[in-house]
């Protein structure tokens, strides 16, 4: 089995760090030795996730924020750079899914998803891309989804926003990689977490929340743009993603039967 990389010294900051995939990267990576900043709304859930760090390698410190206020993101990385001098590496990982049908659309629910989902990053981004680029060096992650690939069956506004995400990136990793900032894109598929709990439809590939966070943290090491997993779901949706809208449309509509 492949060492994994010390995170000793390494500063890590997290949004979206009291659930889910961002809850479990928070330990993973405290585990590993790095001193992890959890960002989210909820102190309640961030100072129960500081205490069960405790007897780890690293230490995970709780930073409330509401990412999708941009005065709250700015003062948090300011009490971040202040107190460490910098940040190696965003996960930027605060995101939510309101399951959106085509006759139940609602303009609302686009909002929601943008405010949390792209804004909620572009907040973040603000502070951390002068940052990095001042020092030529950092990695920022930013977690979008397999849903983003194409338009899914009761996902337009979930999948609108994650699709933004991954355009964004890509622009990103051609602007800034000549800066030393490297940009990492995370495409999940279906993760067992609080957030999919809610889901009443069946998800293909299901993968709980350790084998998720265990691909991140590989994808973090390694010299690949995107993070796309779990491997076979992604190779279908990446199949998918080139098929000619015929085609796509026949696949579409067998999902919605």
């Known amino acids: 089995m492949k060492k994994r990389r010390s995170l000793k010294n390494k500063v890590i900051w997290i949004t979206g760090a009291s659930q889910g995939i961002g809850r479990q990267l928070a330990l993973t990576m405290a585990r590993q030795g790095g001193t992890v ?24 410190i709780p930073l409330p924020a509401d990412v999708t206020r941009h005065d709250e993101v700015m003062r948090a990385a300011e009490v971040i750079t202040t107190r460490f001098g910098q940040v190696d590496i965003a996960i930027l990982n605060a995101g939510t899914f309101i399951k959106t049908a085509g006759v139940d659309f609602r303009s609302n629910h686009m909002r929601q998803h943008f405010e949390l989902n792209v804004m909620g990053v572009c907040h973040c981004l603000d502070a951390l891309i002068p940052m990095m680029v001042n020092r030529q060096s950092g990695t920022l992650a930013i977690n979008a989804s397999l849903a983003g690939y194409r338009g899914l069956p009761a996902a337009a506004a979930y999948g609108a926003s994650k ?95």
């Open 37 to 60: 900043i959890a960002t989210a709304r909820s102190f309640g859930n961030l100072d129960r996730l500081q205490n069960e760090a405790l007897d780890l390698d690293g230490i995970i």
């Open 163 to 257: 699709a933004a995400l991954i355009n964004m990136a890509e622009s990103l990793y051609t602007d800034l990689k000549p800066q030393g900032v490297d940009i990492k894109l995370i495409n999940p598929g279906f993760v067992k977490t609080p957030l999919t709990d809610k889901n009443t439809f069946k998800m293909p590939f299901l993968m709980d929340v350790e084998s998720a966070v265990d691909a991140i943290v590989h994808g973090l090491n390694g010299k690949r743009f995107e993070i796309r997993f779990p491997k076979v779901f992604g190779m279908i949706m990446g199949t998918l993603r080139v098929l000619p809208y015929k085609a796509y449309f026949g696949v579409t509509r067998r999902l919605q039967q």
